[in-house]
């Protein structure tokens, strides 16, 4: 193939929290890239997955759920979404179907005519709506902005993504690929191995664990044998968090560290040796640093 041939582009998948940006990626890069979780926000900063189709690549740009800002995170999540939006060479506007316009949904429209990327209307979880709902919300939302095309989806069945992603191979810029054919993702080993056991922790204490919680990997060696060796450190706020997470007799901290090592076996293809800490940092909320560290802009102000 030749610079003439290919095409490569930026496509930034934006909506309200849990309409399913994360497992769409997924989906279309067809191996999991970014997280996936019931507990809504976790994308935390831009998550790139890369899909080809053809002689296209698509680079996919996972960004934070949009949602009205009340602390210094969530201020640093909602800019990094709409940062990603302007950057991309087009947008997809991802709307959950069974929830219809709701009120981070009529946010979301209120502004996405400052974005002058092209964009697509993507509704989603469509196989849990009736047809007609289906065609009432897409005309609704569809007087609202402007929208090259509208594509009904389930992400979590596939149906209708491969449609999609040939849509959207064929819309990107024509120019050379960004990436190496066979890669997946730009995401750095060391913060995917963070955000899989962040997806743990949440999976395990859905309702216990507050967003006051982050993973940090603070080493990460590859072995002569072909292993890996991971240590992170898992940070609080509050003492009585550090003892929900590691549960009565550390029973809870190891069931954590047991699905997260299997799974990062898996997605490294390798064997792992995970070391999982607990820690109490009350303001790590405050800190730039870890802003630095996931990606995010430090908001200036409280």
Not at 38 to 64: C, F, N, W, Y
Not at 85 to 98: E, G, H, N, Q, Y
Not at 108 to 118: M, T, V
Not at 129 to 151: G, H, W
């Amino acid at each position: 193939m030749t610079e003439d041939t290919t095409r490569c582009g930026f496509v930034a998948i934006i909506g309200a929290p849990n309409a399913g940006k994360s497992t769409l990626v997924n989906a279309l890069v067809g191996a999991k890239v970014t997280i996936v979780s019931h507990k809504v926000q976790t994308t935390r900063a831009l998550v790139r997955g890369i899909a080809m189709e053809g002689a296209s690549q698509i680079i996919l740009v996972d960004t934070p759920g949009l949602f009205s800002p009340k602390r210094r995170l969530d201020r640093a999540m909602v800019s990094a979404a709409w940062g990603g939006a302007a950057d991309a060479d087009r947008v997809i506007v991802l709307v959950d179907a069974k929830k219809g316009v709701d009120e981070p949904v009529d946010a979301i429209l209120d502004k996405i005519g400052d974005i002058r990327q092209p964009k697509d209307l993507v509704l989603n979880k469509v196989d849990l709506v009736e047809r007609p709902k289906l065609l009432d919300l897409a005309t609704a939302i569809n007087a609202r902005a402007t929208f090259d095309q509208t594509f009904m989806i389930s992400s979590t069945t596939g149906s209708g993504v491969m449609d999609l992603k040939r849509h959207l191979a064929a819309v990107v810029p024509s120019g050379p690929w960004h990436y190496p054919e066979d890669e997946i993702s730009d995401v750095p080993a060391r913060m995917l191995a963070a955000e899989i056991t962040r997806e743990k922790l949440y999976h395990r204490l859905h309702d216990e664990l507050p967003y006051d919680a982050t993973v940090e990997t603070e080493s990460y060696e590859e072995r002569k044998d072909g292993s890996i060796r991971i240590e992170q450190t898992i940070y609080v706020v509050r003492e009585g968090q550090r003892k929900i997470m590691l549960g009565k007799r550390g029973d809870t901290i190891k069931l954590i560290s047991t699905s997260a090592r299997e799974e990062l076996s898996k997605l490294f293809e390798t064997k792992v040796h995970l070391f999982l800490f607990v820690k109490v940092r009350e303001n790590w909320g405050d800190d730039p640093e870890r802003y630095e560290r996931m990606g995010l802009e430090y908001p200036k102000g409280r």
